[in-house]
T-cell receptor, first 114, second 113 residues
Framework: DAGVIQSPRHEVTEMGQEVTLRCKPI?????LFWYRQTMMRGLELLIY????????DSGMPEDRFSAKMPNASFSTLKIQPSEPRDSAVYFC????????????FGPGTRLLVL | AQSVSQHNHHVILSEAASLELGCNYS??????LFWYVQYPGQHLQLLLK??????LVKGIKGFEAEFIKSKFSFNLRKPSVQWSDTAEYFC???????????FGTGTRLLVSP
């Protein structure tokens, strides 16, 4: 199994630009999670989907952030417009959809907003 | 506020020393407990998890953790660390039936050869 796939691995952009992060979950997993990791705030859940439906988006920082999951094998996290404080590592994870299941993490996207 | 606490932010050990990393959570009711590890430059990987049964859980690479319900704790242990255990360790909780993983702040472990 290829594991959770994320792209790009690194992104450098200028403030005000749109940023789109992509994730392909493990085949057969029906839950997908977006996390952000920063030095100041640690690892925090932004949003998660179950069967392609957003279940909890309470961690999404503000309206500049949006996430979609158009099908079971693809999700995007979009930041528009980006700001320097969005600089972080963004992880996608997937699981088989219960609270006891292991969440498998992707390699992350390291985002730097100048 | 409900949270997960990891008291040691940085730990430095010599090879063959014993390791114990503390984790406490503040959720009432049923919880599912996890320890994840992040090796330098890599993504998070599961070390072990507990949701029921024997409160002493064994994971990969010789790690184990003990769930003590009365203390709201899930401490991670390893009898003898190796240089390759240098990593950041995260305790995490899913409360009840919710899938939302809440992470502690992490503990950076440095094992010197």
């Amino acid at each position: 199994d290829a594991g959770v796939i994320q792209s790009p691995r690194h992104e450098v952009t200028e403030m005000g630009q749109e940023v789109t992060l992509r994730c392909k979950p493990i085949s057969g997993h029906n839950s997908l999670f977006w996390y952000r990791q920063t030095m100041m705030r640690g690892l925090e859940l932004l949003i998660y989907f179950n069967n392609n439906v957003p279940i909890d988006d309470s961690g999404m920082p503000e309206d500049r952030f949006s996430a979609k999951m158009p099908n079971a094998s693809f999700s995007t996290l979009k930041i528009q417009p980006s700001e320097p404080r969005d600089s972080a590592v963004y992880f996608c994870a997937s699981s088989q959809g219960t609270a006891q299941e292991t969440q498998y993490f992707g390699p992350g996207t390291r985002l730097l907003v100048l | 506020a409900q949270s997960v606490s990891q008291h040691n932010h940085h730990v430095i050990l010599s090879e063959a020393a014993s390791l114990e990393l503390g984790c406490n959570y503040s959720y009432g009711g049923t919880v599912n407990l996890f320890w994840y590890v992040q090796y330098p430059g890599q993504h998070l990987q599961l070390l072990l998890k507990y949701f029921s049964g024997d409160p002493l859980v064994k994971g990969i690479k010789g790690f184990e953790a003990e769930f003590i319900k009365s203390k709201f704790s899930f401490n991670l242990r390893k009898p003898s660390v190796q240089w390759s255990d240098t990593a950041e360790y995260f305790c995490a909780v899913t409360p009840g039936s919710f899938q939302k993983l809440v992470f502690g702040t992490g503990t950076r472990l440095l094992v010197s050869p």
